[in-house]
């Protein structure tokens, strides 16, 4: 289950393969600006569609084991993350809400229903659903206007970081100079020696959105590490969508 977990908090992608690739890296000349425009700018890049429906092929990767299975993902935009994961058998599902974390596991038949207290004691910090809906989208985790940032020019990308950096982590956001969304975010603890970073390798435009086509995460503590690898098989934008989610009886529940 742990990878599944780690897969809910960390990051999903989006792509189609009719629409037009993009590189996150690119010869672009990146030209010095503010940090206060280049945080403006991506902000008004932002994600703007009601609803997503997606496939998905997920590579995971640890210390201890290496697996491969599908993801369809659903989301109203605000509302609900609703997932699916399969490999032959249904894997498991789970419905993410602002206010609830659900999922089960068909494979070890368990459960767990209860609130982001389980996002928070995996990552070590708090996070809520508008953030962890903006890590799926290639956007800040944190809003990037609510507080000064410095900038640098690092890595073929804009830098920002927050001028007062928070007393558990500092966090690095690398804004593409074509089109201002990521290319990459970094969550970094020194004194625990952890690190966490999300990598967005390429985004596609589909009638004029852009979003990640798709995404590497990395996570190390100490000799500890894990890898997701995710790519998009398609996508659709604004369909209609059917997030019911039923807990089935019988299964043990996960406790904290």
């Not at 086509?213 to 995710?230: G, L, P, Y």
């Amino acid at each position: 289950m742990k990878y599944f977990t780690l897969l809910i908090i960390l990051s999903l992608s989006f792509s189609s393969c009719k629409s037009r690739k993009i590189a996150s890296n690119n010869t672009t000349v990146i030209k010095e600006m503010s940090a206060r425009r280049v945080a403006k700018k991506h902000i008004s890049s932002n994600f703007n569609e009601k609803n997503i429906d997606a496939r998905l092929k997920v590579n995971y990767k640890d210390t201890k084991e290496k697996v491969g299975f599908s993801v369809r993902m659903k989301i109203k935009k605000d509302e609900v993350i609703w997932l699916k994961g399969t490999k032959f058998i249904t894997l498991f599902k789970a419905k993410i809400t602002p206010t609830k974390v659900q999922f089960y596991s068909s494979l070890y038949k368990n459960y767990f229903d209860g609130d982001f207290t389980m996002l928070k004691k995996l990552l070590g910090t708090d996070i809520n659903f508008q953030q962890l809906q903006n890590m799926l989208l290639g956007q800040s985790l944190l809003n990037v206007r609510s507080q000064r940032q410095e900038v640098a020019i690092s890595n073929k990308s804009y830098q920002l970081s927050p001028k007062k950096q928070s007393d558990l982590f500092n966090i690095f956001f690398y804004v593409n100079p074509l089109h201002y969304k990521l290319n990459k975010q970094s969550i970094v603890n020194s004194i625990k020696n952890q690190r966490l970073d999300i990598s967005y390798g390429k985004y596609s435009s589909k009638k004029g959105v852009l979003f990640p086509q798709r995404i590497n995460i990395n996570a190390k503590q100490n000799k500890k590490f894990t890898n997701i690898d995710i790519t998009t098989r398609s996508v659709e934008f604004n369909t209609k969508l059917n997030v019911d989610f039923k807990m089935p009886n019988g299964y043990k529940e996960i406790k904290l």
